[in-house]
Nanobody
Framework: QVQLVESGGGVVQAGGSLRLSCAAS????????MSWFRQPPGKEREFVAV????????DYADSVKGRFTISRDNAKNAVYLQMNSLKSEDTAVYYC???????????????WGQGTQVTVSS
């Protein structure tokens, strides 16, 4: 069992930066791939980024590649999403998720946090 709690969301101007954190509980955190998804207002939830259990492999949605960076610290049971050069279209509720495999599909993930709101003002 893994419980996830996101933090770090807020309101930022376009072009600014935010760093999201996801704190995990459970002794098996280091065995899970961790991912970030987001749900823009009125839209479906979409994949943002994923990192393997070791941190050695990452994957990003095309819309955030080169602007967002996912990382993890297994000693702290945490995963992060550094978001730079934010755009208004990045406005969404951001969720972290834990799963066995490195996948882009939300159906591959067994555990989800409650989400944190990110609002980018233009």
């Amino acid at each position: 069992q893994v419980q996830l709690v996101e933090s770090g969301g807020g309101v930022v101007q376009a072009g600014g930066s935010l760093r999201l954190s996801c704190a995990a509980s459970g002794r098996t955190f280091s065995s899970y791939a961790m991912s970030w998804f987001r749900q823009p207002p009125g839209k479906e939830r979409e994949f943002v980024a994923v990192i393997s259990w070791s941190g050695g492999s990452t994957d990003y949605a095309d819309s955030v590649k080169g602007r967002f960076t996912i990382s993890r610290d297994n000693a702290k049971n945490a995963v992060y999403l550094q978001m730079n050069s934010l755009k208004s279209e990045d406005t969404a509720v951001y969720y972290c998720a834990a799963g066995i495999r490195v996948r882009r599909s939300q159906y591959a993930y067994d555990y989800w946090g409650q989400g944190t709101q990110v609002t980018v003002s233009s």
